[in-house]
T-cell receptor, first 116, second 113 residues
Framework: GAVVSQHPSWVICKSGTSVKIECRSLDFQATTMFWYRQFPKQSLMLMATSNEGSKATYEQGVEKDKFLINHASLTLSTLTVTSAHPEDSSFYIC????????????FGPGTRLTVL | QQQVKQSPQSLIVQKGGISIINCAYENTAFDYFPWYQQFPGKGPALLIAIRPDVSEKKEGRFTISFNKSAKQFSLHIMDSQPGDSATYFCAASMGFGNEKLTFGTGTRLTIIP
């Protein structure tokens, strides 16, 4: 149980285009989902917290107009990187909190974004 | 005050030995302390977690020791195996309704034959 999927697993795009990443909780309902960014050999940096049916809460320094987050249902959240630039290249990981658990977060497998 | 300090940055342990990774925190409002294991190119996987009402939790070869007064917690991997070679992250979060995880900087563990 407690499986989180992400799609796509990797994506290469041209500078200036937008990319959408999906995060799904497959076998549980997630009232809260989180989006992280991870650079090589570094820790995870929280970008934003999204609650189903409400606006995402962004961490300080994260551009909300650049990283659009939508949490339309209890099993799906999306992250759209708008007008991507090479500096947006990174490993993006989502996590989901099982509404029936205390604080457990289960992570997706990650999406490798490369912007040319 | 939100930081979680993790050490060592890297660790090499012989197969069959005990791997120990330490974390320290400042915020006494933290009340959930998970450990995650991450392999290259993959997302972190929840390994084991502890709440402050117990001082130790064991699951198989993995044990968390928790010292509330010192604000420290550690992960012990007994009988370490080459398959345990990965990066380990400690984390902490506060109570219900504020579940943001604050991660440590990670420990790269290598188990040698």
């Amino acid at each position: 149980g407690a499986v989180v999927s992400q799609h796509p697993s990797w994506v290469i795009c041209k500078s200036g285009t937008s990319v959408k990443i999906e995060c799904r909780s497959l076998d549980f309902q997630a009232t809260t989902m989180f989006w992280y960014r991870q650079f090589p050999k570094q820790s995870l940096m929280l970008m934003a917290t999204s609650n189903e049916g409400s606006k995402a809460t962004y961490e300080q320094g994260v551009e909300k107009d650049k990283f659009l987050i939508n949490h339309a249902s209890l099993t799906l959240s999306t992250l759209t990187v708008t007008s991507a630039h090479p500096e947006d290249s990174s490993f993006y990981i989502c996590s989901a909190r099982d509404r029936g658990s205390y604080n457990e977060q289960f992570f997706g497998p990650g999406t490798r974004l490369t912007v040319l | 005050q939100q930081q979680v300090k993790q050490s060592p940055q890297s660790l090499i342990v012989q197969k069959g030995g005990i791997s120990i990774i330490n974390c320290a925190y400042e915020n006494t409002a933290f009340d959930y302390f998970p450990w995650y294991q991450q392999f290259p190119g993959k997302g972190p996987a929840l390994l084991i977690a502890i709440r402050p009402d117990v001082s130790e939790k064991k699951e198989g070869r993995f044990t968390i020791s928790f010292n509330k007064s010192a604000k420290q917690f550690s992960l012990h991997i007994m009988d370490s195996q080459p398959g345990d070679s990965a990066t380990y992250f400690c984390a902490a979060s506060m109570g219900f309704g504020n579940e943001k995880l604050t991660f440590g900087t990670g420990t790269r563990l290598t188990i040698i034959p």
